[in-house]
């Protein structure tokens, strides 16, 4: 075999590639600044956040919580202050072994409560409702173990509004976050579902469940984690949102339309990537029917979230979303270049499958290859440098230009050391963290197409924000 | 530089091909890391620029601020201006209007005038940038100011619906009368606005809304009288009434239908009661519930019967309305809504029935 030959057409492929996922990356960038721009024209039009109007449909936000004891009772207390005209919080409880359910129960002084449901969504059983005349907002349902996806739709059969918001228990939300996500669906009457952005909360100052003060976190895992976010989750996102092609709204906060997840089935609970997966579907099922619809994206921070901060902990997560992603394109696969697929079908998911999934082995085909072919002589030293070079000057840029693009429209960190250490974690980040991800990456794409079960793991909880 | 020079890549490329991979990979890098240098130098500007234009801003409003409240309560002389700061001074008048009271309002009025700010927002309402004209409509409202009529009307029919909207609020504000004839035609059309926007409008609109929201709806299809309808409700308006009970009576939508029973609910009176009942037993669930839920507002002891019946419904939002809908009956006791559990044949009813009495006892 002409090693020579097979060096050059690896290489050529795999620019290829990054030439073609930083042209996509750096055009939704572009779609992304556009929808900002259009949708701070309303804020231009009031010079102030939106403020409610009693126009607003009244949400139900869902909490689903598994061994949740020691930040349960400061989460539900947070949801109800939010700013919004009228909403139900409905925490459920999912066969947690700790002291959940009595941490609610002697906190809000609940009571069994008769709950007359439909259970439109099959769910492992529910053994009660709990509920207080004084807090007649909140309702906890207590159910048998089923995971995640099983307690979202428990939820769903109990919830009275015509949304849903399903928030995690951990997330930090701003006063007005639910005001700000249902805007869409103010201004498009066919919205079913929108999601907002999710920030890093870890070395944050929240007080009373709410974020008071924005910080960066000290530890470098978390902080490469605020670019990442920044990278992949804002700009990435709301830039599908204008060609109604989003993909995945963030299990950490998000609002459907309920009658359109219990048509399309509710969350599926043989998957760890329920949230896309929901999604996903119901882009196929509602264009498979010709319905007019939008999933939307707020661009405005509206959930803060703790990310990992050790390296174990870390493997789990993305081992888990690569997973989750796989399942998510397979079991929806007929979107792919369908008939009547839209952009969702013709544009962003083969995006999804390109540049998101197949991403892990190419990035570390590229530097196994790479230094494989360079130790044994097959291409030179100064070719394989360039070659590694290009692949970190991509990472850097799509980085860059996701700090840039924050800067014009939240400048969210004013502070000169704060934008002096996202500048570092952009270089930094991509000699070993990136790496290092799609490693994990990788990993959860095998268990997938090996068939291992998944689980979600124990997520190691910092707390490094501040809370009183 | 010399691992740039075509020598140096020449001598370390084996061949052709691998020469122009090498020059790719070369050129690749060298623009991205050039779009790189450029996006940091950007991130720099920005920030600098941005944090000079906040202590500016500062020190603007502390300087000009006081200026201000002392205008809301007494003639002042009119400040002389750099024309780099005419529309600093605009947004922060803008700010300080939005908080105080109309008498107030009209003594800063003059001092704009005064300043010839009536100019600086009618050139800003013809700029091509959104924020400019954005900044121009806001100030024209709040000066009431005819001159800009054309202006507005143009503005009113962009494509951009936040602006069409603001516009439309402008010209409400600065003559309803003259204003609805063309702002209805555009809320006609307006579905996708936001019903806050549009509820404000309304308010601000007074009789002239009320008239125009008349004749919007008398010609309305089902989809366009939905929207109106709840946007009614939205603001409360009685006058309405005639209209709603004349479209009751011919409408085939049963959303539209189910909208006006709601308002019906909200708005009417014992006379209404009639139409309420008559959609009772309709064979769409959404108009059953809102019979339902109207009736919960209208009632009289005897609809009990009615709304027992109601429980067995096959719909679970019918089922629950009718409950709440009996809870608030006349005269109705939660020893009697116990008394009814007993009686209630079907299981669905009795575990509706159940659920609201948990509802309505009071706290322990």
Redesign the interface.
């Known amino acids: 075999m002409n090693w020579n030959i097979a060096a050059d057409a690896f290489f050529w492929c795999v620019l290829i590639y990054v030439l073609a996922h930083a042209a996509a990356y750096l055009a939704l960038n572009w779609l992304a600044w556009r929808a900002m721009r259009q949708q701070r024209a309303w804020l231009l039009a009031e010079g102030r956040a939106p403020v409610p109007s009693g126009a607003e449909p009244p949400i139900s936000l869902i909490v689903p919580a598994f061994n949740e004891e020691r930040i349960i009772v400061s989460t539900v207390r947070s949801a109800m202050q939010l700013a919004y005209p009228e909403f139900e919080i409905l925490v459920v409880n999912d066969g947690s072994r700790d002291g959940t359910l009595r941490a609610l129960v002697e906190t809000f002084g609940l009571s069994p409560f008769p709950e007359a449901f439909r259970a439109q969504l099959r769910t492992e059983p529910v053994r009660g409702v709990w509920w207080s005349p004084r807090h007649p907002a909140l309702r906890v349902i207590d159910k048998d173990n089923g995971g995640k996806a099983d307690a979202i739709n428990a939820g769903i059969n109990i919830a009275r509004h015509p949304l849903v918001c399903v928030v995690d228990a951990d997330s930090i939300l701003m006063r007005d976050s639910l005001q700000r996500v249902v805007q869409p669906f103010l201004h498009h009457p066919h919205t079913v579902a929108c999601g907002g952005t999710v920030r890093i909360a870890n070395g944050c100052t929240v007080e009373s469940g709410f974020l008071t003060g924005v910080g960066l976190p000290r530890k470098l895992l978390p902080l490469f984690q605020v670019v990442e976010y920044l990278r992949a989750f804002l700009f990435g996102r709301l830039g599908w949102s204008p060609l109604n092609a989003l993909l995945i709204i963030s299990g950490a906060f998000g609002v459907m339309r309920k009658s359109v997840v219990v048509e399309c089935g509710g969350y599926l609970r043989d998957t760890v990537g329920e949230d896309m997966e929901l999604v996903v579907r119901m882009h196929r099922l509602l264009k498979a029917q010709g319905r007019h619809y939008r999933i939307s994206f707020v661009p405005d921070p509206i959930v803060w979230t703790d990310a990992p901060e050790d390296l174990r902990t870390l493997k789990n997560q993305r081992s888990r979303w690569q997973r989750g992603l796989s399942e998510s394109l397979w079991k929806n696969r007929g979107l792919l270049f369908a008939r009547r697929g839209g952009a969702a079908g013709w544009l962003a998911f083969p995006f999804f499958v390109l540049f998101e999934w197949l991403s892990p082995v190419v990035e570390l085909a590229g530097y196994v290859v790479t230094v494989l072919l360079a130790v044994f002589g097959q291409v030179n030293w100064v070719t394989a440098a360039w070659f590694l070079a290009a692949c970190l000057s991509f990472g850097l840029l799509l980085s860059t230009v996701a700090l840039l693009l924050d800067e014009l429209a939240y400048r969210l960190y004013p502070h000169p050391g704060q934008l002096a250490r996202l500048l570092g974690a952009v270089v930094l980040e991509n000699f070993g963290y990136r790496q290092l991800n799609a490693w994990f990456r990788l990993v959860g794409m095998v268990k997938w197409l090996t068939g291992r079960r998944a689980a979600w793991g124990a997520m190691r909880r910092s707390g490094t924000w501040q809370s009183s | 530089m010399e691992l740039l020079s075509p020598s140096f890549i020449a001598s370390?490329?084996?061949?052709p091909?691998?020469r122009t991979?090498?020059l790719?990979?070369?050129a690749?890098?060298l623009t991205?890391?050039g779009?790189?240098l450029l996006?940091?130098l950007?991130?720099?500007c920005?920030?600098l620029f941005?944090d000079a234009e906040r202590r500016r801003e500062q020190a603007f409003r502390e300087r000009w601020e006081p200026l201000l409240f002392e205008a809301m309560g007494a003639q002042v002389a009119p400040p002389t201006l750099a024309p780099a700061q005419r529309r600093a001074f605009l947004e922060l008048w803008?700010?300080v209007q939005?908080h105080i009271r109309e008498e107030a309002s009209e003594n800063l009025n003059r001092l704009a005038r005064a300043m010839g700010l009536d100019e600086d927002a009618l050139r800003l309402a013809r700029r091509r940038s959104?924020?400019a004209r954005?900044?121009g409509v806001?100030a024209l409202a709040r000066l009431r100011e005819e001159r800009a009529w054309p202006d507005l009307e143009r503005l009113m029919r962009s494509g951009?619906?936040?602006?069409a909207?603001?516009a439309a609020q402008a010209m409400v504000e600065i003559n309803p009368a003259r204003a609805f004839p063309g702002v209805t035609a555009v809320l006609r059309a307006g579905?996708?606005?936001?019903?806050?926007?549009v509820?404000?409008i309304l308010h601000s609109g007074g009789e002239h809304a009320r008239q125009a929201l008349a004749e919007l709806l008398a010609q309305a299809q089902a989809a366009d009288g939905r929207h109106l309808i709840?946007?009614l409700s939205?603001i409360h308006n009685t006058v309405m009434l005639p209209i709603l009970r004349e479209r009751a009576a011919r409408t085939a939508d049963p959303e539209e239908l189910a909208e006006i029973l709601h308002a019906l609910g909200r708005l009417g009176g014992g006379e209404d009661r009639e139409i309420v009942l008559r959609h009772l037993a309709s064979e769409h669930w959404v108009v059953r519930m809102k019979a339902a839920q109207a009736l919960g507002l209208m009632g009289e002891s005897g609809d009990e019967v009615r709304l027992v019946a109601l429980l067995a419904d096959r719909s679970?939002w019918v089922?629950?309305r009718a409950a709440e809908a009996l809870a608030r009956l006349p005269g109705m006791s939660l020893a009697r809504l116990r008394a009814l559990r007993k009686v209630v044949a079907d299981r669905?009813g009795r575990?509706?029935l159940?659920?609201v009495i948990?509802?309505t006892?009071?706290?322990?």
Not at chain 2, 12 to 15: E, M, S, T
Not at chain 2, 160 to 163: G, T
Not at chain 2, 191 to 197: C, D, F, L, T
């Open positions: 370390n490329a084996a061949d091909a691998e991979l090498l790719a990979l070369v690749f890098t991205t890391g779009l790189i996006a940091v950007g991130v720099f920005l920030r941005h803008l700010s939005s959104l924020a954005m900044l806001r951009v619906p936040a602006l909207l603001k579905r996708e606005w936001a019903p806050a926007q509820v404000q709840r946007l939205l679970w089922r629950y669905y575990d509706i159940a659920q948990a509802e006892e009071p706290a322990a």
